[in-house]
């Protein structure tokens, strides 16, 4: 499974590819906000130390909008991915950026007819939100558990983000579901990779050699 990195602070991003298990990122407008910097120097930035697709948002909101500034934004460097709200004038935009062969990821997917629309339209990827449908009490792994199995069913190329990540086992889910991309905090690389009996097994590993290193 691949897996992105779902900021836009750039010292997270270093440090996880420096990890080497991340191959893409997503940025959505309140990640961009809460860094409080320029959102096409956020973009540039990243695009330099990420060889990945990179997610950057449009934030207009009809089709002549979205497509407007989905072109500037594809200017600033090919790894660029074109986030794009999954409403009416979202779909009509995607289908005009992939008819101009600029990729796009649907977001704000929760529901599969959603995702079908998105894929139908020419989507790259659909982003289906997990942890917000948690929070409103509804079942987010059964939403990408549902687009998995539609996918299959009908073949489509367009690829899945398991997105709105909010713990591991969300993760170890959506790849099992068969997600081909889990996009994920940097906290979460660090909770994916801690185990106790890993921390366990180390301690007792250096513990025993410091009794023999000078044999
Ligand atoms: O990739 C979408 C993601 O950024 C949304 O996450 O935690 O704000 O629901 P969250």
Not at 60 to 68: A, D, Q, R, Y
């Amino acid at each position: 499974m691949k897996l992105f990195l779902d900021t836009a602070n750039v010292e997270e991003i270093r440090q996880a590819a420096e990890l080497g298990v991340i191959c893409g990122v997503t940025t959505n407008p309140t990640l961009i906000a809460r860094e409080g910097r320029n959102f096409q120097e956020v973009i540039k930035e990243i695009a330099q130390i990420i060889d990945g697709p990179i997610s950057a948002e449009v934030v207009g909101i009809t089709k002549e909008e979205m497509v407007l500034e989905a072109k500037e934004l594809a200017k600033i460097h090919k790894n660029i991915i074109i986030k794009i709200p999954l409403i009416p004038e979202g779909l009509k935009a995607i289908k005009v950026l992939s008819s101009l062969g600029i990729k796009t990821n649907a977001t704000l997917i929760f529901s599969v007819n959603q995702a079908i629309l998105a894929a139908n339209a020419g989507a790259t990827y659909v982003s289906p939100f997990i942890g917000r449908l948690d929070d409103i009490s509804h079942d987010g792994m059964e939403l990408v558990s549902d687009i998995c199995q539609v996918f299959v069913n009908y073949n489509y190329e367009t690829e899945i983000i398991a997105a709105s990540v909010r713990h591991p086992i969300h993760v170890a889910q959506s790849a099992k579901l068969g997600a081909h991309i889990a996009t994920v905090p940097y906290k979460l690389i660090l909770q994916m990779c801690k185990h106790p009996l890993t921390d366990l097994g180390l301690e007792n590993f250096l513990k025993d050699w410091e009794k023999v290193k000078n044999k």
